[in-house]
């Protein structure tokens, strides 16, 4: 590994997104030349994909911690501060549907997409 590999690895998240955050600004307020402007230009783009790649391994362990016993992934929605809470009755009940429901899934064919869950 280069000088800079190993300097990209040791590189916390937090210190590469304030470090590309402070490029962006400076190449936002111009007066650089175009070699400046460049290797700042550089920087970030290496300092961009370091951080796309924490963030994919984030994810995946993640998904892993998340897996079921049948190693499928469930997703559920994040909602910041009732993950702390004591689950309530309706979360209760909620979970109880949700399993009831996944045994008889072969027997039931899907409900149809509603025209406002498409992406496009």
Known sequence: MTKKGEKMATLSFEKALEDL????????????????????FEKGVKLARFLREELEKAEKKVEILLKDEKGEVKEKP???????????EEKKEEEEEEESSDSGKDEESPEPEKDEDLPF
């Open 21 to 40: 955050e402070k490029i962006v600004e400076k190449l936002e307020k111009g007066g650089f030349s175009l070699s400046e402007s460049l290797a700042l």
């Open 78 to 88: 994040f909602e910041l501060g009732k993950e702390e809470a004591a689950p309530s």
